[in-house]
């Protein structure tokens, strides 16, 4: 899934490696938008 490495491409991007700040928002962000899509009827998400 190319969702799963986002959060690893933003970090890298940014520098992050080091504090994993980003990295830590970033897969916040993402678990709060599959867990709302997951909510949502007819949406992808999470079974």
């Given amino acids: ?14 520098g992050a490696d080091r504090t994993g700040v980003f990295a830590a928002a970033s897969a916040v962000i993402l678990a709060v938008v599959h867990g709302l899509s ?5 949406a992808p998400g999470p079974a």
């Fill in 1 to 14: 899934m190319l969702a799963a490495w986002l959060p690893v491409f933003h970090a890298r991007l940014c």
């Fill in 38 to 42: 997951g909510l949502l009827p007819g």
